[in-house]
């Protein structure tokens, strides 16, 4: 059985970088054939897909993210992290991590979510 | 890229059945054949309920379905049950990206 968990900090402040961590259990990111990545959804609002990464290759991220934001992995650990730079507080939202179910679809297995809110 | 266009809203009694439609453009929902749909109760994290615009991972009841028509995807819910009301999302891939709509909250009366 697949299982996501997002670990990280719950509190930024603006400008600063918000790294989130993902721990995969119940399979092997680096053997699997799938992409890997990160949604989130701002409290009330609607899903906002972040980037997807295939491990030790491609990776895509969302344009209006992208000046800010990268996907790296480390497989020895069997995870993949999430970094955001210069917050502010339109970052703050409830982070998931999520693996590919098939092609075109980002996201057919989730994380719980982590909040991560954005303030001084 | 643009966000997809959802109803904020959709209702039906029990046993009834409703319809969230979600439109795009030509250059996500027109081009590709990969919509999903989402469901998502309050507090939790979303479950995927339909890929491949008509595809089903196994586990999603029947009574959820799909299908599309040049830049509008549709789900249809058919026989409501209380535990369908939730709110729902739609995501096309777009070359290299991935958009989704605003969702849609359905009610069952």
């Known amino acids: 059985q697949l299982h996501l968990q997002e670990s990280g900090p719950g509190l930024v402040k603006p400008s600063e970088t918000l790294s989130l961590t993902c721990s995969v259990s119940g399979g092997s990111i680096s053997s699997s054939r799938n992409y890997w990545g990160w949604l989130r959804q701002p409290p009330g609002k609607a899903l906002e897909w972040i980037g997807s990464v295939f491990i030790g290759a491609q990776r895509f991220y969302n344009p209006s993210l992208k000046s800010r934001v990268s996907i790296s992995e480390d497989t020895s650990k069997n995870q993949f992290s999430l970094t955001l730079r210069s917050v502010t507080a339109a970052d703050t939202a409830i982070y998931y991590c999520v693996k590919e179910y098939a092609d075109g679809c980002p996201a057919g297995y989730w994380g719980q979510g982590i909040l991560v809110t954005v303030s001084s | ?109």
């Open chain 2, 1 to 109: 890229q643009s966000a997809l266009t959802q109803p904020p809203s959709a209702s039906g009694s029990p046993g009834q059945s409703v319809t969230i439609s979600c439109t795009g453009t030509s250059s996500d929902i027109g081009a590709y054949n990969y919509v999903s749909w989402f469901q998502q109760h309050p507090g939790k994290a979303p479950k995927l309920l339909i890929y491949a615009v008509t595809e089903r991972p196994s586990g999603v009841p029947d009574r959820f379905s799909g299908s599309k028509s040049g830049n509008t995807a549709s789900l249809t819910v058919s026989g409501l049950q209380a535990e369908d009301e939730a709110d729902y999302y739609c995501s096309s891939f777009v070359v290299g990206s991935f958009v989704f709509g605003a969702g849609t909250k359905v009610s069952v009366l």
